[in-house]
C-alpha cells in the first residue's frame, strides 16, 4: 500500500489526510474480515490468516464515525475513498493466492484428485508475474491521476460557487472592496514613483544607446564569399558582441533600479496600511511577486533584443525581428501576469484549492495559447530561413522543404502537449513548472552570455591585424574556424547536459568515478590533450622552418634558402609521421589496447631491418648529416667518390652529378667519403705563364698587373672580381723558360670568366711588348761574344 499514490491534493488537512489513511486501512481490514471462509475447503496455511484478520479488527470510536460520515457526505472525498478503494482491489486481485473451490463441483473434484493443487497461470515470484503486477500498479496509478487531474481541471463548480458567495453576500462584496481599495492604496504609490524613476534614467539610457560600435557586423552572408572571408565575419561579429556587453549590462542595472523603486515603496506601504497575516498581506505580496517576476523577464529579454538601441543588441537579429519578439515577450507577460494576479487575489479571499488550481491551469493554458499563435505569425518567416539555409548546403537540400513545412505543428503539438503533461498531474505541479521553467531560462541565458565572453575573447585573440601581420598570427588563424567550432560544441554539450540535470536526469552520476561515463570522458580529454599538444608541436617547428626561410631570403641566401625547400617536405613528412605515431599509441592505450605488444613488435622489425639493410640506413644518415651541413646543394660544381659535375638532383639517399661531358652520374652518400664543393663563395683565378728565358722579368710582372687592373675596371668583370692582381713571384726556371705566378681573388661563379680572360688579355699585351712566350720544344742556345742566341 505504500507504493500507491492515493491523490489526495494539497488542500486537505494533515488530520483529514492522516484520518483519509486511517479509513481506507479500516475498509481494507474488514472486507479481508467480512470474506467467508469455509474451513473444509480451504487450505490449513490460510486458516490462520483468517483468524488473525477477524481478531485484528479494529472498533471505531464515535468521533471516528462521524468524521467517516463526513468523508463520505462530501462528494469528491467519496470519489476519492472509491477510486483508491479500486486501485487497491486491482493490485490486490492480481498479487492474491490462487482462488479456493467452495462450489460443489469444485469439492467433488478435490474430493477424487486430493493430491492435486489448484493451477497456476503465472508464478508469484517469476519475472513475468512482478512484470504484470508492476504493469498494473504504473496503469492503476497513471488512469487514478489521470481521472483526478481531469476532474480538478474541469472543476468550474467552486469558482462559480466562490463567486456567488462572493458577490450575493454584502457583508463578502465589502471586505472585498475594501482590500482591492488597500491594493490600490499600496501599489499605485509604487507604480507612481517608479515611473518617474523611469523618466529621470530615460536621457541616461539614450546616451548609452546612442553610441555606435567601431565597426558594426554585417547580419548577412554572401553565399560566394571565402571560408576565410567567412570566418573574419564571424570573428568581427564575435568582437562587436563581447565589446556590447558591459554598455547593455550597465543598461540592465539602470533598467533595474526603477523596479527596486517599486519593491522598496510597496514594502514600505504594505508595513504602513496592512496588518501582518491578513489575506490582503498575503494578496499583496503574491502581486508584488508577480509583478517583479514579470518586469524581470521583460528587463532580461531587453538585455539581448534591445529593439530601440541596435548598437547593444547581444543576438545577431534585425531591428524588426528584435521589436517583434520583444512585443511578444511582453505581451505575453502582461496576460499571463495579471490573470495569475486575478487568481491569485480570489485564492486569498475565500477560493478553494480546486478551484485554484483549475484557475491557474486556464492560465497556463491561455500563456501556452499565446505560444502558439506566436509560433503561427513566426511561422513563414522561419520556414523561408531554413529552406534558404538548406539551399546552400547540397546535404540538406533533400530535408530543407520537409523540415520548413513541419517545423511550425510540431512545434505547436510539442508546447501544447507539455501543457497537458503538466496538467494532467496534480502533485506539485505547478511549483515544479515555475522551477523548471526558471532554472531552464537561467541555464539558456548563462550559457549565451558565456558563449558571447568565449567567443569575443576569442576573435579578440584571433584577430587579424593588416600592419601587425606575424607569421605566428598567420598560422594561427588558420585554426580559428576549428577552435570556434570546437567551442560550439562544447558549450552545446554543457547546455545539453546542465538542462537534463535541471529536469532531474542524473546527468553528473554518469561521470562519477568507476563509472563507464568517467572512464570515457578521461580517454577523450587525454586523447583532445595529446592532439592538441601535437597540434603545437607541429605549428611550432613550421612556424620555425618558414622563419629561417624568410631569413635566409632577406640576407640573400638563396641557394641556401633553396636546399631548405628541397628538404621541406621530408622533414614534414617525418615529423608528421612522428607525431601522428605518438598521438595514434596515446588514443590505442586510453581506450585499453594494450600498446606494449605493439611496441615491442616494431622494435623487433626496427632492429631486423636496420641489419638487413645496413647500406641503406647508412644512405640515409650520410645524407642528412651532408644536407644538414650544407656540404653540397644544387647547381654546384663538386667533386665526390672520384667524379666531378654539377649537381642536378639531391635526395635524403642519393647525389646526381652531370660531368662535363654530359655523362649522369648517380652516386648513393654512403660511398661518399670527402666533398670537393668549388662553389663556397670563394673562387681564385690562377695566373701562370711562363715566359722565354732572357725575357726581363720585371716588365713581364708589370705587364701583368696592368692586365690584372684593367680587368678590375672592366664593367663586365669587376663586380666578380674581390681583389688585385698579387704577383707570387718566379715559380720555375728551367734552361728553356721562366714561370711566372699569381691570382686574382674572384667570387665562386665568375672565377671562371675572369681567368680566360686574364689569359687572353696576356696573349694579346705580351705580343705587342714583344715578350715572348716560352715555346716547350727544346731551344738551342748559342753564346757569342758572351750573348745567347737561340
Not at 537534463?500 to 561515463?517: A, C, D, K, R
Request: charged share 15%; with cysteine; hydrophobic share 50%.
Amino acid at each position: 500500500m505504500t507504493g500507491l499514490r492515493f491523490g489526495v491534493p494539497r488542500s486537505v488537512k494533515p488530520m483529514r489526510h492522516v484520518f483519509f489513511g486511517w479509513l481506507l486501512t479500516f475498509f481494507v481490514t474488514a472486507a479481508h474480515a467480512a470474506t467467508p471462509v469455509t474451513p473444509a475447503s480451504a487450505p490449513a496455511a490460510l486458516q490462520p490468516a483468517s483468524a488473525a484478520q477477524a481478531n485484528t479488527a479494529p472498533a471505531l470510536t464515535p468521533q471516528q464515525a462521524q468524521q467517516a460520515l463526513s468523508v463520505l457526505e462530501n462528494p469528491q472525498d467519496r470519489a476519492r475513498v472509491e477510486t483508491t478503494l479500486r486501485a487497491i482491489a486491482a493490485v490486490g486481485a492480481l498479487s492474491a493466492p490462487p482462488a479456493v473451490a467452495s462450489a460443489p463441483a469444485a469439492a467433488s473434484s478435490s474430493a477424487a484428485a486430493p493430491a492435486t493443487a489448484a493451477p497456476i497461470a503465472l508464478q508469484s515470484n517469476g519475472l513475468a508475474s512482478m512484470l504484470v503486477h508492476q504493469g498494473s500498479r504504473w496503469a492503476t496509478q497513471i488512469g487514478a491521476g489521470l481521472r483526478e487531474s481531469l476532474h480538478s481541471l474541469l472543476d468550474v463548480g467552486s469558482v462559480n460557487g466562490w463567486w456567488r458567495d462572493t458577490v450575493g453576500h454584502a457583508d463578502a462584496r465589502a471586505d472585498l472592496l475594501h482590500a482591492v481599495l488597500i491594493i490600490l492604496a499600496v501599489l499605485m504609490p509604487a507604480f507612481a514613483i517608479e515611473w518617474v524613476a523611469r523618466r529621470l534614467l530615460r536621457r541616461l539610457l539614450n546616451e548609452l544607446a546612442a553610441r555606435h560600435d567601431s565597426a558594426t557586423p554585417s547580419d548577412t552572408s554572401s553565399a560566394t564569399e571565402s571560408p576565410e572571408s567567412r570566418g573574419q565575419g564571424h570573428a568581427q561579429q564575435h568582437k562587436n558582441l563581447l565589446g556590447r556587453m558591459p554598455r547593455a549590462f550597465v543598461t540592465l542595472v539602470l533598467r533595474l533600479l526603477p523596479l527596486l523603486v517599486f519593491a522598496g515603496v510597496a514594502s514600505l506601504m504594505m508595513s504602513l496600511l496592512v496588518v501582518d497575516g491578513t489575506p490582503v498581506e498575503a494578496a499583496l505580496g503574491s502581486l508584488i511577486d508577480i509583478y517583479v517576476i514579470c518586469r524581470l523577464i521583460t528587463l532580461v529579454s531587453r538585455l539581448f533584443f534591445q529593439p530601440d538601441a541596435p548598437q547593444l543588441r547581444l543576438l545577431h537579429m534585425g531591428d524588426t525581428g528584435a521589436a517583434f519578439a520583444q512585443r511578444w515577450i511582453m505581451r505575453i507577460a502582461l496576460v499571463v501576469g495579471v490573470c495569475t494576479a486575478l487568481v491569485e487575489i480570489a485564492a486569498n479571499f475565500g477560493l478553494s484549492d480546486a478551484g485554484h488550481v483549475a484557475l491557474l491551469k486556464t492560465v497556463a493554458l491561455i500563456g501556452h495559447l499565446l505560444v502558439s499563435v506566436l509560433i503561427i505569425q513566426c511561422a513563414r518567416p522561419v520556414a523561408t530561413r531554413i529552406r534558404t539555409y538548406c539551399a546552400k548546403h547540397p546535404s540538406l537540400a533533400m530535408v530543407g522543404g520537409t523540415l520548413a513545412s513541419a517545423w511550425a505543428p510540431a512545434s505547436i503539438f510539442v508546447v501544447m502537449a507539455l501543457w497537458f503533461i503538466w496538467a494532467l498531474d496534480v502533485h506539485n505541479g505547478y511549483r515544479v513548472l515555475i522551477t523548471l521553467g526558471g532554472r531552464t531560462l537561467a541555464v539558456i541565458i548563462g550559457m549565451r552570455l558565456l558563449s558571447i565572453v568565449l567567443f569575443g575573447a576569442l576573435s579578440r585573440a584571433f584577430e587579424r591585424r593588416d600592419e601587425d601581420r606575424t607569421l605566428v598570427h598567420r598560422h594561427a588563424y588558420r585554426y580559428y574556424p576549428l577552435v570556434r567550432g570546437v567551442i560550439s560544441v562544447i558549450v552545446g554539450i554543457i547546455s545539453v547536459a546542465l538542462l537534463l540535470q535541471v529536469w532531474g536526469v542524473p546527468v553528473w552520476q554518469t561521470f562519477e568515478s568507476s563509472t563507464i561515463g568517467h572512464r570515457l570522458a578521461s580517454a577523450l580529454i587525454t586523447i583532445a590533450v595529446a592532439a592538441a599538444i601535437a597540434l603545437v608541436v607541429w605549428e611550432a617547428a613550421n612556424i620555425a622552418i618558414e622563419r629561417r626561410l624568410q631569413q635566409w631570403t632577406h640576407q640573400g641566401d638563396v641557394m641556401r634558402a633553396a636546399r631548405l625547400r628541397t628538404l621541406l617536405p621530408m622533414l614534414r613528412a617525418l615529423l608528421f609521421s612522428c607525431i601522428a605515431l605518438v598521438v595514434i599509441l596515446t588514443g590505442m592505450s586510453e581506450i585499453g589496447v594494450n600498446i606494449g605488444p605493439l611496441l615491442a613488435g616494431a622494435s623487433i622489425f626496427g632492429v631486423a631491418l636496420g641489419f638487413g639493410s645496413q647500406k641503406l640506413v647508412q644512405d640515409f644518415i650520410t645524407g642528412i648529416f651532408l644536407l644538414m651541413e650544407n656540404a653540397l646543394q644544387v647547381g654546384d660544381w663538386v667533386t665526390l667518390a672520384g667524379v666531378s659535375g654539377t649537381v642536378e638532383y639531391l635526395s635524403i639517399r642519393t647525389v646526381r652529378l652531370r660531368a662535363s661531358d654530359g655523362s649522369l652520374y648517380t652516386v648513393p652518400f654512403s660511398s661518399v667519403t670527402t666533398v670537393n664543393n668549388t662553389n663556397r663563395g670563394l673562387g681564385n683565378a690562377a695566373v701562370k705563364v711562363s715566359i722565354a728565358y732572357g725575357e726581363d722579368i720585371d716588365r713581364a710582372v708589370a705587364t701583368l698587373k696592368e692586365i690584372g687592373a684593367a680587368l678590375r675596371e672592366d664593367p663586365a668583370y669587376r663586380d666578380g672580381i674581390k681583389s688585385d692582381f698579387s704577383y707570387w713571384g718566379v715559380d720555375q726556371v728551367d734552361g728553356a723558360a721562366i714561370a711566372l705566378s699569381g691570382q686574382m681573388q674572384c667570387t665562386d661563379t665568375t672565377r671562371w670568366g675572369v681567368q680566360r680572360e686574364f689569359n687572353r688579355r696576356i696573349a694579346e699585351r705580351f705580343r705587342e711588348q714583344g715578350i715572348r712566350i716560352a715555346n716547350p720544344q727544346r731551344s738551342m742556345v748559342a753564346f757569342e761574344d758572351g750573348a745567347p742566341h737561340q
